[in-house]
């Protein structure tokens, strides 16, 4: 159950690492990729998963000084995430 709590952050890193941040190298947390890689095969994680492409976004929308909170994900962003998971 804590790992539920504890992936959503886990989730939003690969778009801070699309901002040019490497958080997390791969190759110094192994384990971690691979826990990160095992919640994303459980059936209620990939259906809430939202994709980095929309977490840049938001964060994008914040910096520019107008947070956009009623983001939508167009059908081409839905499709992407379902072919992902």
């Known amino acids: 159950m804590a ?15 699309n901002l040019g941040y490497d958080v997390v190298p791969a190759d110094k947390f192994p384990r971690l990729v691979a ?3 095992a919640m994303q ?9 939202v994709s980095a492409n929309l977490y840049c976004h938001f ?5 520019a000084g107008s947070p956009d909170y009623e983001m939508q ?6 499709a992407m995430q379902n072919s992902v998971a």
């Open 3 to 17: 790992d539920l709590h504890f992936y959503p952050v886990f989730e939003r890193l690969p778009a801070i690492c």
């Open 35 to 37: 826990w990160t890689s």
């Open 41 to 49: 095969q459980l059936d209620f994680v990939r259906k809430e998963w």
């Open 59 to 63: 964060i994008a929308s914040q910096k």
């Open 73 to 78: 994900m167009d059908e081409e962003t839905i």
